[in-house]
């Protein structure tokens, strides 16, 4: 990716510095469809579903999704582990009891701990959640998810990167976000440090049910008030009027910062500000009940006709989650997005732990920060505290002290936050300021 210099943007910085552009490796829609095609031709991925026929059901899907991984490491010179995790789940929707597994493909970073997830569900179903003998294609519904992380896996893997990125095919999501519950309690036993856990569920598609067709966007999910903080916390956040700002936000708000900066893949970013759909779920809420800061994307329009149908044809109307009904130019640049973010994310900085502000009874405010091992700069942000998104920034190098004193600026009126810069522009997501460092 070619970036300016962070020395040259702030030599030449205004108020707000011009921001660096990447340029993304693209995504192909060819290869996008292949793998989806190879998904369905499995007949179902029902969780329950048949673990060891070699050619039906959902252990010839992960067995395929696991040899897929291994030759992308064979390409890359071993630059991915592959690994399968997997524990025994039992629920409403599978009451005997299943083994739940993930397919993990790991690129370790130069700093292995701090990890980047980009996950999908390859688990499938059709209108009955029980029936696990019909044949459920489960294009979309997540058959993109899973060709969107073995693409990202393709193309992220040319490069190395600071952060390590898991590459995860999760099941048991139809179940009951078991591959979910699954990674975020991997990640926790590993005591990796997730930045950031980008889930992909229903990302191939632009046609909504009525007709109408959206290409031009993708929806981005995120929490507020988080799911993993005691009433002390809420409070603490509530005070500082830091309900927008939460870890998850902020990452919702980074994809924003790489579609802008990547206007080429032609997607706007609707950050949707609630958890999922409403009163629906998918597999990064178990991550957001560890802590982890996590976001879905999903495509800008749902087609209900086409996710958990039979298939069949009903008064000339057709159902069923196919791959006719899929838009792979649209999926390869949904993929191209979460490239984008995940590289940036994996070779910034680690975002400041905490960010502190001062200025009651003041005219200015003054923003204090943890230093970062390896930044080379920071970028202080601000805006009205009537908005949402952040209007105003200025880079601070990290030769000088972390503050910095804003004149004029009321802290009463204002909202704050910091990011880190790498020497090469790559930037953190922002940590918003004026909350007690997290214990």
Not at 25 to 32: E, G, I, K, S, Y
Not at 38 to 48: A, I, K, N, P, Q
Not at 116 to 136: E, K, L, P, Q
Request: aromatic content about 6%; overall charge negative; hydrophobic content about 40%.
């Amino acid at each position: 990716m070619l970036r300016y210099s962070l020395l040259a943007v702030l030599l030449f910085a205004a108020p707000v510095a011009a921001q660096a552009k990447d340029e993304t490796p693209a995504a192909d829609p060819a290869r996008l469809k292949a793998i989806v095609e190879t998904l369905v031709s499995f007949g179902t991925r029902h969780t329950l579903s048949s673990a060891t026929d070699p050619k039906r059901g959902i252990g010839a899907a992960r067995n395929w999704g696991a040899s897929e991984f291994a030759r992308l490491s064979k390409a890359c010179g071993g630059c991915l582990t592959v690994e399968r995790i997997s524990d025994r789940f039992e629920g409403p929707r599978a009451p005997d009891g299943v083994i739940v597994e993930n397919v993990l493909a790991i690129q370790k970073g130069s700093d292995p701990d701090e990890v980047v997830i980009i996950a999908g569900h390859i688990d499938s179903r059709v209108t009955d959640v029980m029936n696990f003998t019909a044949d459920a294609p489960g294009a979309n519904d997540d058959g993109s998810g899973t060709a969107l992380v073995l693409e990202a896996a393709q193309l992220l893997s040319k490069q190395k990167h600071r952060a390590t990125i898991v590459y995860a095919l999760l099941s048991g999501e139809e179940q009951g976000l078991w591959g979910g519950k699954l990674i975020a309690s991997h990640a926790k036993a590993k005591g990796w440090r997730v930045i950031a856990m980008l889930n992909n569920d229903i990302v191939g598609g632009v046609h909504g049910t009525d007709g109408t067709i959206v290409d031009n966007r993708v929806r981005v999910f995120s929490e507020g008030i988080r799911a993993s903080e005691d009433l002390a916390a809420q409070l603490a956040r509530r005070g500082i009027g830091g309900e927008d700002d939460g870890p998850s936000r902020a990452l919702a708000k980074a994809a924003i910062r790489a579609s802008e900066r990547n206007p080429a893949i032609g997607l706007e970013v609707l950050a949707v500000r609630r958890p999922d759909r409403f009163r629906r779920g998918g597999d990064h809420l178990p991550s957001l009940e560890l802590g982890y800061p996590a976001i879905r994307f999903t495509v800008g329009i749902e087609d209900y006709d086409h996710q958990h149908q039979d298939l069949r044809t009903e008064n000339g109307r057709k159902y069923g989650d196919t791959v006719d009904e899929m838009d792979f130019p649209y999926l390869a640049r949904v993929t191209a997005l979460n490239v984008a973010l995940a590289a940036e994310l994996a070779d910034a900085p680690s975002a400041p732990e905490s960010v502190s502000i001062d200025g009651a009874v003041s005219s200015d405010t003054t923003v204090r920060w943890t230093p970062v091992n390896g930044a080379a700069g920071y970028r202080v942000y601000w805006r009205r505290a009537d908005r949402s998104g952040w209007s105003d920034s200025r880079l601070v190098p990290a030769t000088t002290p972390a503050e910095l004193i804003l004149p004029g600026v009321i802290v009463d009126d204002n909202f704050f936050g910091v990011s880190a810069i790498s020497g090469d522009g790559h930037e953190s997501i922002v940590t918003f300021g004026g909350l007690p460092p997290p214990r």
